[in-house]
């Protein structure tokens, strides 16, 4: 059954460092999306993009984050500058399929020290 | 403005019991609804999903509720199973490929 990657499956990084975490959509997927949790908390939406644009962010997606689909395979989270408060699990979400349903992968697990 | 939200953070049953867990949600455009498990370490998984135009699914040993006019939307597992514990979470959306909107979970823990 395909599914939705990312790497890595954990990253430590300093305040004020730039990271990128990194996802594989399932392959005949067209939508991408970018959600996150922060521990004990519900999953929130980061971000939505089809076409190579995004079609819809949220508040929390402000102007240190990004995002891009370099190739064809690979979709991309950038933090620029990174803050204590983006520690969280960012879960990457693909759809496209004749259903809604978007399928989700197994996160990464970002701490900022 | 959206909001899905659960009326129970944790839930503990028996094994071989049934499990019903709520959801309310105020979007009157809400257009469909799902229910995701979550496991620990693990992302949302995809249990059962409904529009707003039905009132029940049934799916392998869930059942999906939807009551319009109270906002109100159900799970339904039976015979629960150790397998099932894990962190549940209604959702919503406004249709199509848009964002989903999670409420914040309810945690099934099932007593062997």
């Known amino acids: 059954e395909p599914e939705v990657t990312q790497t890595p499956s954990h990253q430590v990084t300093q305040m004020g460092q730039e990271v990128i975490l990194r996802c594989v959509p399932i392959?005949?997927?067209?939508?991408f999306y970018w959600y996150r949790q922060i521990l004990g908390q519900k999953v929130e939406f980061l971000v939505s993009?089809?076409?190579?644009?995004?079609?819809?962010k949220s508040e929390i997606f402000d102007d240190q984050f990004s995002v891009e689909r370099p190739d064809g395979s690979n979709f991309t989270l950038k933090i620029r500058s990174t803050k204590l408060e983006d520690s969280a699990m960012y879960f990457c979400?693909?759809?496209?399929?004749?259903?809604?349903?978007?399928?989700f992968g197994p996160g990464t697990r970002l701490t900022v020290t | 403005g959206e909001s899905v939200g659960l009326h129970l953070p944790t839930l503990s049953v028996q094994e071989g019991d049934n499990s019903i867990i709520n959801c309310a949600y105020s979007?009157?455009?809400?257009?469909?609804f799902i229910w995701y498990k979550q496991e620990s370490g693990k992302g949302p998984q995809f249990i059962i999903d409904?529009?707003?135009?039905?009132d029940k699914r049934q799916g392998q040993r869930v059942t999906v509720l939807l009551n319009k006019t109270v906002k109100h939307l159900s799970l339904q597992i039976a015979a629960t199973q150790p397998g099932d514990s894990a962190v549940y979470f209604c959702?919503?959306?406004?249709?199509?490929?848009?964002?989903?909107?999670f409420g914040t979970g309810t945690k099934l823990q099932v007593i062997p």
């Open positions: 409904i529009r707003s135009n039905m």
């Open positions: 979007n009157s455009a809400s257009d469909y």
């Open positions: 979400a693909s759809s496209g399929g004749p259903s809604y349903e978007q399928y």
């Open positions: 392959s005949n997927h067209l939508y």
């Open positions: 959702a919503e959306n406004s249709g199509g490929y848009q964002k989903v909107t």
């Open positions: 993009f089809y076409n190579n644009e995004i079609s819809e």
